[in-house]
């Protein structure tokens, strides 16, 4: 089966240090999506691109967090400097979207970042 | 702004039928989606809804109302295996058109037992 691939599985760290999480999507897939997954907050959505293209950061901190897809098959999610706050479960999830395509989004097994 | 309501928590025995509910108000909506999670792993997608009705897909089946907001999940034939957190989520419209983009509600714990 096709699967999201991230990584890494794990990372923890101190703060002010620079974080960069990966992802592959699917082959085929044309949007990719960073989820944020906290006890207190649930699942947020951060950022997403469709073919490549940012669509939508609102739900991401600008002034630490940027995300891009440098090619079609890597997906990347960078904090710098780093915060305690950060800490938390990172999903990444791409799917198919277009005109009349509702295809359910895929997500990957998920970055667990730790802040100390 | 968005938002969806679903209860925290569920508890049912094993062979029991279970609905979990999930109510919502969306700038935009053009369907209800829902996803299983086991223990902090990936969501997986269950089911999902663009129009009026029940969709069945084995033991699960997923109904929405769209003139009242409102939908809900049934799981039937419960498991163990089934306990898990479960969320609804709106896929987002821009116009007519689907965003591909989903907003979650908290989720909800199901615990059964034996």
């Known amino acids: 089966d096709a699967r999201v691939t991230q990584t890494p599985r794990h990372k923890v760290t101190e703060m002010g240090q620079e974080v960069t999480m990966r992802c592959q999507p699917i082959l085929g897939h044309n949007t990719v999506f960073w989820y944020r997954q906290t006890m207190m907050q649930g699942l947020e959505l951060l950022a997403y691109f469709r073919n490549r293209a940012p669509l939508d950061d609102s739900g991401m901190p600008k002034d630490r967090f940027s995300a891009e897809m440098p090619d079609a098959t890597l997906a990347t999610l960078k904090i710098q400097p780093s915060e305690p706050r950060d800490s938390a479960v990172y999903f990444c999830?791409?799917?198919?979207?277009?005109?009349?395509?509702?295809?359910?989004?895929?997500f990957g097994d998920g970055t667990r970042l730790s802040i100390l | 702004g968005q938002s969806l309501e679903q209860p925290s928590e569920v508890t049912a025995v094993e062979g029991a039928i279970v609905q979990i509910n999930c109510t919502y108000q969306?700038?935009?909506?053009?369907?209800l989606s829902w996803y299983q999670q086991h223990d902090g792993g990936a969501p997986t997608f269950l089911s999902y809804n663009a129009l009026d009705g029940l969709e069945e897909t084995g033991r699960f089946s997923s109904f929405l109302s769209r003139s009242d907001s409102y939908g809900y999940l049934l799981l039937q034939e419960l498991q163990m295996k089934d306990s898990a957190s479960y969320f609804c989520a709106v896929r987002t419209a821009r116009g007519s058109g689907n965003t591909g983009k989903l907003i979650f509600g908290q989720g909800t714990t199901l615990q059964v037992k034996p």
């Open positions: 999830a791409s799917g198919l979207v277009g005109a009349g395509a509702s295809q359910p989004q895929h």
């Open positions: 969306t700038s935009g909506f053009y369907g």
